[in-house]
C-alpha cells in the first residue's frame, strides 16, 4: 500500500512538473504577442507591460527548477521519467530565453516610437507572426507529446531564418537611401534578430520533445537559412 502510495504521488509530481511548462509557456505565447503588437502599433506602454512581464516567467523557471532538483534527488529516476525530467528543466531554460528576448523587443519599441515610422515595420511584424506561430505550435507539440509536430516546427527553422535574411538586407537599404532611417532601421534590426533567436529556441524545445519521447536526438543536421553574415547591399540600394 505504501509502494502504491509513493508511485502515486510520483505521477502527480510529474504532471505538476508538465503543468508548470505548460503554464510558463502560456506566459511567454502572451508576452510574445503583447512585444509583436506592440511593434506593430508603436504602442509604447504595451512594450513596457511585455518587458514587465518577464519577472513572472523567470519566477517561474526558478520553481521548475527547484522541482526538478527535488525530483533528482528524492526519486532517483531512470530512463523515461529522467528524460521527462531533465527536458523540463531544458524547455524551461529555452522559454525563459524566449522571455528575455521579448522583453528586448518591448524596450525596443520604446525608443522606436520616438522616430517617424519607417516602411519597414510591416516586415518586422510579418516575421514576428511567424515566430509566434512556431512558438504556439512547440507548445501544442510538447502539450500532447506529439514528435511529428515538434519536427515540423524544428523544419521550419529555415522558414524563420529566410524571413530574417530578406528583412536584414531591406533594413540596410532602407539605411542607405536615407541616413535619417538608420537610427530607427537599427533598432528595428535588433527587433528582428530577437525574433530570428527566439525560432531558434523554439527549434531547441521541438529537438528536446523528440528526445523526451523517442530517446534520441533528431538525426539529420538542423536546416538554417540564416545568410545575414553574408549579405552585402551596394551602395545604389543594389542587394547580393
Given at each position: 500500500m505504501a509502494s502504491e502510495h509513493i508511485v502515486r504521488a510520483y505521477d502527480?509530481?510529474?504532471?505538476?512538473?508538465?503543468?508548470?511548462?505548460?503554464?510558463?509557456?502560456?506566459?511567454?505565447?502572451?508576452?510574445?504577442?503583447?512585444?509583436?503588437?506592440?511593434?506593430?502599433?508603436?504602442?509604447?506602454?504595451?512594450?513596457?507591460?511585455c518587458v514587465a512581464s518577464d519577472v513572472r516567467v523567470d519566477a517561474l523557471e526558478r520553481q521548475i527548477d527547484e522541482s526538478v532538483v527535488?525530483?533528482?534527488?528524492?526519486?532517483?529516476?531512470?530512463?523515461?521519467?529522467?528524460?521527462?525530467?531533465?527536458?523540463?528543466l531544458k524547455i524551461a531554460a529555452d522559454l525563459e530565453r524566449i522571455g528575455d528576448y521579448a522583453a528586448n523587443v518591448g524596450k525596443r519599441v520604446q525608443a522606436l516610437v520616438q522616430f517617424p515610422p519607417v516602411p519597414s515595420v510591416g516586415g518586422v511584424v510579418r516575421l514576428g507572426q511567424l515566430v509566434r506561430l512556431v512558438v504556439k505550435d512547440v507548445l501544442d507539440a510538447f502539450a500532447s507529446s506529439d514528435t511529428a509536430r515538434a519536427i515540423?516546427?524544428?523544419?521550419?527553422?529555415?522558414?524563420?531564418?529566410?524571413?530574417?535574411?530578406?528583412?536584414?538586407?531591406?533594413?540596410?537599404?532602407?539605411?542607405?537611401?536615407?541616413?535619417?532611417?538608420?537610427?530607427?532601421?537599427?533598432?528595428?534590426?535588433?527587433?528582428?534578430?530577437?525574433?530570428?533567436?527566439?525560432?531558434d529556441h523554439a527549434t531547441n524545445v521541438?529537438?528536446?520533445?523528440?528526445?523526451?519521447?523517442?530517446?534520441?536526438?533528431?538525426?539529420?543536421?538542423?536546416p538554417k537559412g540564416d545568410e545575414t553574415s553574408f549579405a552585402v547591399v551596394a551602395p545604389d540600394g543594389r542587394r547580393s
Open positions: 502527480d509530481q510529474l504532471k505538476r512538473l508538465k503543468a508548470e511548462i505548460s503554464e510558463m509557456g502560456g506566459l511567454v505565447e502572451v508576452q510574445l504577442g503583447q512585444a509583436i503588437q506592440a511593434v506593430g502599433s508603436r504602442d509604447g506602454e504595451l512594450g513596457q507591460r527535488k525530483m533528482l534527488a528524492l526519486r532517483q529516476p531512470m530512463a523515461s521519467d529522467l528524460r521527462t525530467i531533465l527536458s523540463a515540423q516546427v524544428w523544419q521550419r527553422d529555415e522558414e524563420v531564418d529566410a524571413m530574417y535574411t530578406s528583412l536584414f538586407r531591406e533594413l540596410l537599404t532602407y539605411m542607405m537611401e536615407d541616413p535619417r532611417n538608420i537610427t530607427p532601421c537599427t533598432h528595428l534590426l535588433f527587433i528582428a534578430k530577437n525574433l530570428e533567436r527566439i525560432g521541438a529537438e528536446t520533445i523528440h528526445f523526451q519521447v523517442v530517446g534520441r536526438t533528431i538525426a539529420e543536421a538542423r
